[in-house]
Each structure stands twice: as structure tokens, then as C-alpha cells.
């Protein structure tokens, strides 16, 4: 706490403050880890009282939602496509994630992306977003125990951060010309597997 | 052709003719297409005489190559990758794949798909590498036939860009870990699945 990076020194309620915070919060989750990043740290790095975060923020879940620009509330998916149980699981996460990308808010997702492949930080952030908002608060919901949780999700955002990239982002031909329903079809028994299959037909070991 | 954007006019031979037509070979290709893209416009959009390109490039493909700054040559994996055939095509092409990344040649990977992401023209001649380059030429070195080649190798370009992105520019931890031979035991059937998969498996039409 004592060496953490000291941000310019603006007031606290100054109109700065709030992305005074944000950045601070960026560099601390990126060197930091999720879990381990505290508010105190992020207060420090920030010069402001951690009642402060809490005010602009409410929780550190919030805080990093906010820090790491995400295109959308992770906790919005998990009923829709997680609590229906693992049946189909794959073909509803690729229906919803398409489903983001095409709305109005499509364009934050391109963002977001942009941002995490052209900056350090935030490919860290965007790897801590998938693997522990999105996954691991995702499988905790389903009805079935998931083994290799960070490997079978940085699979799953492997096929969707590249269909996102290939059909949104440098707009393949092919892909463009399939709707959500189509992909979900073609590309939901991958995510089914990934998630699903036994460890040793992924190479993954048992014990893990 | 009387209508090929006109770059600023260098001499033949000067030192920046080589540049000057590899720019102009970028725009004509994004423009028309590969196919269609030809020398002659592309010579009067440089400003030389189609010769020049010749003399410079040998080769309209050699061309395309060096305009699309291609990190390796695609006529190189087919022997090794389509050459033994349908069975276990997936695994090999993800080893190879995964093999030009990690290997020193991986930086220039790298910038290829930086820049194919956030430059539109770049993005339209990977489209174009990808689709005729790698995938058209390989299925017809297998020994079995392939239907709806665009859509498939848009769907492998799909997970292999995918998996470039968020193990290779992005660092994801879990992916960071697996070596090509692993790689190629978890990405191979998604592989194999999508370039032999039934058509209506895959949501596809019977008669494309």
C-alpha cells in the first residue's frame, strides 16, 4: 500500500475524481489480480478516502465493471443462459453474445475489444472479466460440477472474442450473413464442449 | 481503370516505387477483390508501367503476399497441414498455426493481426488471404470433397484468430500455458467439425 503509484493530486469531489479512481482502479486490477486489488490500494493509488469509492461506486464489483468499460453486466447473462441448466448452454451463450454485439450496444463491445487488444492493461482486465465475472460466476449457477474452470473458459472467450473479431471487428463476408439463430447452430456445440467435456478428451488432466 | 486513384507521381526506380506499388496493390485489392484486383490498374494506380510490378514481384499472388505483409507463405503449410489428407486435419492445423506464433517469425504474426484489426483495408485483404489464400488452395489438396468453403474457412479463421488473440496479443493465462501439441489436442476437432461437419449439422444449406 505504502508504494502504491501516487496519481496526480486532485481534490476529492473535484469533477476529475471520478476517473482519478477509475485509472487507479485499472492499474491496480491489472497488477493486482481481481481478488486480491483492494479498495484501500485503489484509494491510495488515487489519493482520495475510500469512502469515496464506495460512494461513486457501491461495490468493487461495480468499481471494476466501471474501471474496465464492460459492454455489459455479466449478472444480466447468468439467468438467461446459466440457469436454464448446462443442456444447450453453448448455443444460448452464443445466441446472447451475437445478441450484444448486434443491439445498439454493439458498438461498446467493438470498444471494448479495440481497447483490450491495443492495451496491456486492458487485455488483463478483459481476461479477469471473462474469468471471473462471466465463468466462474457462471458455473456456479449450473447444474452440474465444472472441472478446469479458467482453462474451459479462456477456451470459450477464445471461439467468442474471435467470432466477435472476424464477424464484427474486420467484418468476414460469411459471417456477417449469419444471424444470432444461424450462430448458435454453428458454433454452440463448440462451447458445449469446451465446457462440458471430459478433462482427458481435451488433454486436460483429471486431477485438476 | 481510367478511374484508379492516382498516387503521388514518383519515377519508376526510384526507391519509393516498391512502396508505391505495394500501396496501390493494398487499395486495388480491397477494392475489387483478389480475383478481380488486376496488375494493370494496379500499375496505373502507382504510376508505373505493369512491367514494373513483374520485374518487382514476379507473380500477381507474390504481389498479394507482400501487400498484405503476410507472416508466412500459405503455399508452404499445404504439403504439411492438407497434403496427408481429411484425417486429422484439424489437429495439424492448429499445430502449424500455433507453430508460426511461437516460433521468432510470431512477432510478425502479431503486428499482421494488429494491423488487420484496426485498419479496414487490412481487414478486407485477410478476409481475402484467409479465404483464397489458405483455405480455397488447401481443401483442394484433400482427398475429399468441401462444400460451402467460404463459410467454413471463415468459421476456422474464426477460432484460430481467436485463439492468436487471446493467447498471443491478449496473454490469457490458461492458453499462455499450453504448448501447440495441447493446443492441437483441445482446438483440433473444433477444427475438424467445422471443415467436415455435415452442412446440416452446421445449419447449412444442402445445395451451396
Do not use: C
Not at 469515496?52 to 459492454?71: C, M, N, Q, S
Not at 448455443?91 to 451475437?98: A, D, G, K, Q, Y
Not at 445478441?99 to 458498438?107: E, L, T, Y
Not at 460466476?137 to 467470432?163: C, F
Amino acid at each position: 500500500m505504502a508504494n502504491a503509484p501516487k496519481r496526480s493530486g486532485r481534490r476529492p469531489g473535484s469533477p476529475d475524481t471520478r476517473e482519478e479512481i477509475l485509472a487507479a482502479a485499472r492499474d491496480v486490477f491489472a497488477a493486482d489480480g481481481f481478488e486480491r486489488g483492494s479498495l484501500r490500494r485503489i484509494a491510495a493509488a488515487a489519493g482520495v478516502d475510500p469512502a469515496l469509492i464506495h460512494h461513486y461506486f457501491g461495490t468493487k464489483d461495480r468499481l471494476f465493471l466501471a474501471a474496465v468499460e464492460a459492454p455489459f453486466d455479466p449478472a444480466d447473462l447468468v439467468p438467461t443462459v446459466f440457469g436454464p441448466g448446462v443442456e444447450g448452454v453453448g448455443e444460448r451463450l452464443v445466441r446472447t453474445f451475437i445478441g450484444i454485439w448486434d443491439s445498439p450496444g454493439g458498438n461498446r463491445a467493438a470498444a471494448f475489444l479495440r481497447s483490450a487488444i491495443n492495451h496491456r492493461t486492458m487485455s488483463t482486465l478483459v481476461e479477469q472479466f471473462v474469468i471471473n465475472h462471466i465463468i466462474k460466476n457462471a458455473v456456479r449457477h449450473l447444474d452440474v460440477p465444472v472441472d478446469h474452470v479458467e482453462t474451459r473458459g479462456s477456451m470459450i472467450a477464445s471461439q467468442l472474442l474471435g467470432l466477435a473479431l472476424t464477424r464484427n471487428l474486420m467484418g468476414f463476408r460469411a459471417l456477417r450473413a449469419m444471424d444470432a439463430d444461424a450462430l448458435a447452430v454453428m458454433y454452440g456445440p463448440t462451447i458445449q464442449r469446451y465446457l462440458t467435456a471430459d478433462p482427458a478428451e481435451l488433454g486436460l488432466p483429471h486431477d485438476a
